[in-house]
């Protein structure tokens, strides 16, 4: 587990110091990772992303590669289950709760990089206003 998350970046790897060729390896944290580690719970992401919906949509991936874009039909998912994410969550009340625990899980992780880095997005704003909401 750790070799894959240390080649998609979340864990630096390197040799240890001497180990004389034995194979031992340091993990260490990159920045990716302390986004991850204690600054807030991930863990509505796990139930969702082994959920049967979520693992079955994988079994089509060959087939949807294989296939023209246009003729693709959208994702993963709407190629194994026929529709969108947000249908399935409207027929499927416990796959409802997975998704929305799972996005403001990962909604969250965002906001947190947002705030870290707030001089640089929000440089030159005095204020800022959801053109979404209404009374």
């Given at each position: 587990m750790m070799e894959l998350l240390s080649t998609s970046g979340i864990f630096t790897a390197t040799a240890a110091k001497g180990s004389g060729g034995s194979g031992d390896v340091v993990y260490g944290l990159t920045t990716a990772?302390?986004?991850?580690?204690?600054?807030?719970?991930l863990s509505p992401v796990v139930p969702y992303l082994v959920s049967p919906h979520?693992?079955?949509?994988?079994?089509?991936?060959?087939?949807?590669?294989?296939?023209?874009?246009?003729?693709?039909?959208?994702?993963?998912?709407?190629?194994?289950?026929?529709?969108?994410?947000?249908?399935?969550?409207?027929?499927?009340?416990?796959?409802?709760?997975?998704?929305?625990?799972?996005?403001?899980?990962?909604?969250?992780?965002?906001?947190?990089?947002?705030?870290?880095?707030?001089?640089?997005?929000?440089?030159g704003l005095n204020s800022l206003v959801d053109g979404n909401c209404s009374d």
């Open positions: 990772c302390y986004f991850l580690v204690g600054r807030c719970n979520i693992v079955s949509s994988f079994f089509g991936m060959s087939d949807w590669f294989r296939k023209e874009p246009a003729v693709a039909g959208g994702s993963l998912f709407e190629l194994a289950h026929g529709c969108s994410l947000q249908e399935m969550a409207s027929k499927d009340a416990a796959f409802s709760s997975l998704l929305n625990d799972s996005m403001a899980s990962d909604s969250q992780l965002f906001l947190e990089v947002i705030i870290l880095d707030k001089g640089r997005i929000f440089r």
